[in-house]
């Protein structure tokens, strides 16, 4: 069974790149293989401290994109074409503020929601499956027709009922797992394109 190591390949290299946390690397694939976002795109980023996934998103849009990133903790943002809102996305005037700093729809919205984790694995997939809820909700209405959303989950009970939320707001959903994930953990990520906020 593989050995949890702290400081792996994936730490040291996000030391080496300035970079604040390892989860940019799973982000940094996840955008390559499945080509979520191009120059000029409008991201909102959910969970995104203490800033990992924000350096990538940057970098993506470049200049002339707009990320707008929400964590309860403060962090910095990395570029100038970055917002950074502290705030709980439980919060109704929380999320309002994301939208209107977007400037418009967003194209791709990326969630790293992760909840205190208590190592109780009911619990902390129960609480997990609700941050996606959330996730889900905010898209309606910030997120372009057409428009991809990528959240991290953990497998657990709850996994089949928040797939199935997601398929009927999005014409695909794929699951993936992302090579700078910890060994043995059950971590995933949805990545649901096509989005048509699940009306009829
Ligand atoms: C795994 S971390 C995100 C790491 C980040 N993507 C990065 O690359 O550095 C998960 C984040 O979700 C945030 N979070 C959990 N519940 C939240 C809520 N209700 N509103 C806003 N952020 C929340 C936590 O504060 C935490 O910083």
């Not at 570029?79 to 919060?91: E, F, K, Q, S």
């Amino acid at each position: 069974m593989a050995r949890y190591e702290p400081r792996d390949k994936f730490y040291r290299k996000a030391r080496e790149q300035g970079l604040p946390s390892r989860a940019a690397f799973k982000l940094e694939e996840l955008i390559a293989r499945f080509k979520l976002a191009h120059p000029g795109a409008r991201v909102a980023d959910l969970g995104c401290a203490p800033g990992g996934w924000l350096a990538i998103l940057a970098r993506t849009v470049g200049p002339n994109g707009r990320v707008v990133g929400i964590d309860l903790a403060q962090c910095v943002a990395p570029a100038p074409n970055v917002v950074m809102i502290a705030g709980d996305l439980h919060d109704p005037a929380v999320r309002t503020e994301v939208a209107a700093r977007l400037g418009g729809t967003a194209d791709l919205i990326t969630s790293d929601l992760s909840p205190k984790l208590t190592g109780i694995a009911a619990r902390d997939q129960a609480q997990s499956a609700e941050l996606l809820t959330i996730a889900l909700e905010f898209a309606d209405g910030v997120l372009k027709p057409g428009g991809t959303l990528v959240a991290k989950l953990f497998m657990g009970a709850e996994f089949g009922e928040i797939k199935a939320a997601f398929a009927q707001a999005f014409a695909k959903v794929e699951v993936a797992r992302t090579k700078a994930s910890r060994p043995g953990s059950s971590e995933l990520y949805l990545v649901a394109r096509g989005f048509h906020a699940g009306r009829d």
